[in-house]
């Protein structure tokens, strides 16, 4: 099992410039989330979907942060345009109704 | 979800048993406990939950006292490995489905 993975690792940007990142959950998980964490906040829930649809996307800063779902075994969070306040390190994670959650290792966001 | 209260750092020992405390006084009926810690750079890693029996596995312990208003993860024999982000988070799995809300927890250092 490789877990949740992410990718990029690392994305450095232009303010103005679209940034898009990108999960792979775990297979067989219906359930996929999108945290951010920064020194300010901590780690904060952004989305969560359910076999593909969006639930809850009250987290979501503006309406420059976009997230989509198209199959089971990937999702999408796009940011447009980027600006340098959404620095941070992004966190997919998935689970299985009512399991734990598992994360990935991150996407290290910087806006210049 | 209820919110929890945990110190903002602890020391240890290496060798020694790391005993982390968590109070959730408000925690209802139908949440369970959960202890996740963030190593640092990587994603969140779960390690254990519980209702209101202790529990064990092969990373740590969970004691939740009887009236379920607090909880202590124990670290039986703690590693240099061990040094991260403890965090404890009342969930329940009705309503909001899934999701973790992540408050500040609690840094664990190990020493030599």
């Known amino acids: 099992d490789a877990g949740v993975i992410q990718s990029p690792r690392h994305e450095v940007t232009e303010m103005g410039q679209e940034v898009t990142l990108r999960c792979k959950p775990i297979s067989g998980h219906d359930y996929l989330f999108w945290y951010r964490q920064t020194m300010m906040r901590g780690l904060e829930l952004l989305i969560y979907?359910?076999?593909?649809?969006?639930?809850?996307d009250s987290g979501m800063p503006e309406d420059r942060f976009s997230a989509k779902m198209p199959n089971a075994s990937f999702s999408t969070l796009k940011i447009q345009p980027s600006e340098p306040r959404d620095s941070a390190v992004y966190f997919c994670?998935?689970?299985?109704?009512?399991?734990?959650?598992?994360f990935g290792n991150g996407t290290r966001l910087t806006v210049t | 979800d209820a919110k929890t209260t945990q110190p903002t750092s602890m020391d240890c020992a290496e060798g020694r048993a790391a005993n982390l405390p968590c109070n959730h006084s408000t925690i209802s009926g139908n949440e369970y406990v959960y202890w996740y810690r963030q190593i640092h750079s990587q994603g969140p890693q779960y390690i254990i939950h519980?209702?209101?029996n202790n529990e064990t596995n092969e990373m740590a312990s969970l004691i939740i006292t009887e009236d379920r208003k607090s909880s202590t993860l124990i670290l039986p024999h703690a590693t240099l490995r061990d040094t991260a982000v403890y965090y404890c988070?009342?969930?329940?799995?009705?309503?909001?489905?899934?999701?973790?809300?992540f408050g500040t927890g609690t840094q664990l250092k190990v020493e030599l």
């Open positions: 994670a998935s689970s299985f109704s009512g399991s734990p959650l598992h």
């Open positions: 979907f359910n076999n593909n649809v969006p639930i809850d």
């Open positions: 988070i009342v969930r329940g799995l009705t309503g909001g489905g899934n999701k973790l809300t």
């Open positions: 519980g209702l209101k």
